[in-house]
C-alpha cells in the first residue's frame, strides 16, 4: 500500500512512524490541519482505516470524522522518503529498527521526533542517526483504539518536545493539539515515566483510570509505587521535573494521592482532565494479547534499584504480575490492591 497524498499546502510533509492509537491520534489532528500526513502502520490497520477513516474523539467533546482521503497510509518504510518530519511513535522495544528504517529510507534533513513512552528512545535513534535533528518529545495523554477507525483521547495535556533549530512546535500546533518546545526533555520524560508507574496498576485493575483514581486503596498503592521508584531516582541522583505543567515537585506527588477523596479530587482537577471511560495504554495491550512497555517502566526503576545496591519491591512486584499477563494472554487480570500488596 502506499497512498500517499501530495503536498498541497506547501508545507512539511509528515510521517508518522509506526502508527498506533497515539500515532493515528496526533496524525489525524495534523491532517484535520490541513497538513499532507502519512501514517506508516500495520496492514490490518491501514486496511481498516483505509475502508473507514478516522473518527478522533476525546475528553472534552471533540467528535471529528476524517474520511481516507484526508491522509496518507502506507504499509512501506519507502514512504520515509518524503517526510520532512518523521513523528516516531513505535513501543520502544522496535525502536531501533525503525531508526535503521530512517536512516536507509529518510531525508538527511527530515526532523525525527519520539513521541514515545520511557526515557531512552531519543537517545536510541541519535545514536543510529548522527548529525540528523533528531529530538525527544513527551505526550503527556493517552489514546484507547475503541475499534472502527475509532481513537479516543481520554486525558489532557499538550505534547512537549525538545528544543530545536527550527519552529518545530509552532509548525505543529492545531487545533486541539498544542506542542511546546523544551531545551532540557530528560527530567520531564523521568517525571512522566513516574505518572506512567500507574499504566501497570490500571491494566493489572481492570478499572478505568477514573475508578481506579477514586479508590482510596488503588491510591495509596500507586502512591507507594511511585514513593519507591522516587527514592531510587534520587539515590541515582537523576533529576525530574513535573510533566504536567504544574509547579508541584514531583516528590509531592505521592503525599496528595493519600489525601481524602474530596480533597484530592479538588488537587488533580487543577492538574489533570479524565474521561470517565479513560484506561491505560498498557491495559489495551493486555486486551489485545500485545507485548506492554513494563521494561521501560517498572523494570526500568528496578534495574536502576540494582545498581545501586537497593531494592524496589513493589515495582518489581508489579512488573512481575504484568510479564504473567502477557504471557497468559488473557487480558486483565483483575487484580485488587491487596493482591498486589501480597506479593510484593
Known amino acids: 500500500m502506499g497512498d500517499t497524498p ?19 491520534f496526533v496524525g489525524g489532528l495534523l491532517a484535520r490541519g490541513a497538513y499532507d500526513v502519512t501514517l506508516l502502520l500495520r496492514p490490518r490497520l491501514a486496511e481498516e482505516l483505509s475502508r473507514q477513516g478516522l473518527n478522533l474523539t476525546d475528553f472534552n467533546g471533540m467528535d471529528e470524522e476524517l474520511s481516507p482521503d484526508m491522509f496518507g497510509l502506507d504499509t512501506e518504510p519507502s514512504c520515509l522518503t518524503q517526510a520532512d518530519i518523521i513523528l516516531v511513535t513505535v513501543k520502544s522495544g522496535a525502536t531501533e529498527e525503525m531508526g535503521r528504517l530512517i536512516r536507509r529510507n529518510a531525508k538527511e534533513d527530515a526532523v525525527v521526533i519520539s513521541l514515545q513512552n520511557g526515557v531512552g528512545n531519543a537517545g536510541i535513534l541519535k545514536d543510529l542517526l548522527p548529525g540528523r535533528d533528531v529530538r525527544a518529545g513527551m505526550v503527556p495523554f493517552n489514546v484507547v483504539n475503541m475499534g472502527g477507525g475509532r481513537f479516543h483521547r481520554g486525558t489532557s495535556g499538550d505534547i512537549l518536545i525538545e528544543k530545536g533549530p527550527k519552529h518545530i512546535a509552532r509548525t505543529l500546533s492545531v487545533t486541539d493539539l498544542a506542542f511546546h518546545e523544551r531545551a532540557s526533555m530528560t527530567p520531564v520524560q523521568w517525571g512522566k515515566l513516574l505518572i506512567n508507574l500507574n499504566n ?93 512497555e513494563i521494561d521501560e517502566l517498572q523494570g526500568l526503576i528496578v534495574e536502576l534499584a540494582r545498581e545501586k545496591g537497593i531494592k524496589a519491591p513493589l515495582n518489581l512486584a508489579v512488573a512481575n504480575l504484568i510479564r504473567d499477563a502477557e504471557g497468559r494472554g488473557e487480558g486483565s487480570p483483575g487484580l485488587t490492591p491487596r493482591d498486589i500488596r501480597r506479593i510484593g
Open 6 to 24: 501530495k503536498n498541497r499546502h506547501g508545507g512539511p510533509q509528515i510521517v508518522v512512524a509506526g502508527a498506533g492509537s497515539v500515532g493515528c
Open 200 to 292: 501497570a496498576l490500571n491494566a493489572l485493575s481492570g478499572l478505568t483510570l477514573r475508578e481506579q483514581l477514586d479508590s482510596m486503596p488503588w491510591r495509596r498503592l500507586m502512591s507507594d509505587q511511585m514513593a519507591e521508584a522516587i527514592m531510587v531516582l534520587e539515590k541515582a541522583e537523576i533529576e525530574i521535573k513535573p510533566p504536567l505543567g504544574t509547579p508541584i515537585p514531583m516528590r509531592f506527588v505521592p503525599k496528595i494521592l493519600r489525601l481524602p477523596s474530596l480533597l484530592f479530587n479538588r488537587v488533580a482537577r487543577s492538574m489533570l482532565t479524565i474521561d470517565p471511560r479513560a484506561r491505560s495504554s498498557m491495559w489495551e495491550d493486555l486486551e489485545l494479547g500485545r507485548p506492554t
